[in-house]
């Protein structure tokens, strides 16, 4: 099966300072990588994708991340980080599952707090 | 434009009675999931449903729950004989295409308790 890994349950940055949410994956073949934030008590919005392309991908907030073949990483970036920032994200792979379908397989997510 | 809702918002049940939640896709949406989202276990992917074809059950827990979703748009998770482990909140999610080029729009979910 297809998965990923967040290797922080919590990451702490100052408002202005830049800012990584790490995610790592497990695959055969060529990934579909996502990123999702979910807000208290909301349910999972989407950030970006990669699919196939320039290694960059551009999203929603002024979110971006980056797909590092070499190093199986999909980095969530951003360059300057508002309180409003503060949510829990999650890193997902396209998974097969049976009858010819997919789904998402999500990492643990990652908290992330950024302090004013 | 519309997005996924999920009804009831909360739930608060006894263990061993069935509770049943609903799912309304995004319109045009063939592709719907439910996905449960617990402390222990973070987000699990349940059961997959392409158009009006059977669904695709292979994240189901056990045999005590089943979905089932009509007329190729509404979806409804019923979990019978409820136990505490089934404690969740259960996300609903729907996508242009089963490949999932696209991606999966999510609802706000149904946060159930068993007591």
């Known amino acids: 099966a297809q998965s990923v890994a967040q290797p922080e349950d919590q990451v702490n940055v100052a408002e202005g300072n830049p800012l990584t949410v790490k995610c790592t994956y497990s695959?055969?073949?060529?990934?579909?990588l996502f990123w999702y934030v979910q807000y208290p008590n909301r349910g999972l919005q989407f950030l970006l994708k990669?699919?196939?392309?320039?290694?960059l991908v551009k999203g929603s907030y002024g979110f971006e991340a980056e797909f590092n073949k070499s190093q199986t990483s999909f980095h969530l970036k951003k360059p300057s980080a508002l309180v409003s920032d503060s949510a829990l994200y999650f890193c997902?792979?396209?998974?097969?599952?049976?009858?010819?379908?997919?789904?998402?397989?999500f990492g643990k997510g990652t908290s992330l707090l950024v302090t004013p | 434009g519309a997005g996924v809702s999920q009804s009831p918002s909360n739930k608060v049940t006894e263990k061993g009675k069935d509770v049943e939640l609903r799912c309304d896709p995004i319109?045009?949406?063939?592709?719907l999931y439910w996905y449960r989202q617990s402390l222990g276990q973070g987000l699990e992917f349940l059961i997959y449903?392409?158009?009006?074809?059977?669904?695709?059950k292979s994240g189901l827990p056990s045999d005590r729950f089943s979905a089932e979703r009509t007329g190729g748009s509404v979806s409804t998770l019923t979990i019978q004989r409820t136990q505490q482990e089934d404690s969740a909140v259960y996300l609903c999610?729907?996508?242009?295409?089963?490949?999932?080029?696209?991606?999966?729009?999510f609802g706000p979910g149904t946060r159930l308790t068993v007591t």
């Open positions: 999610a729907s996508s242009l295409a089963r490949t999932l080029i696209y991606e999966q729009y």
């Open positions: 695959v055969s073949g060529n990934p579909y």
């Open positions: 990669y699919i196939t392309g320039d290694n």
């Open positions: 997902a792979v396209r998974d097969k599952i049976e009858n010819s379908g997919y789904a998402l397989n």
């Open positions: 319109s045009g949406h063939t592709a």
């Open positions: 449903f392409q158009g009006n074809s059977a669904p695709d």
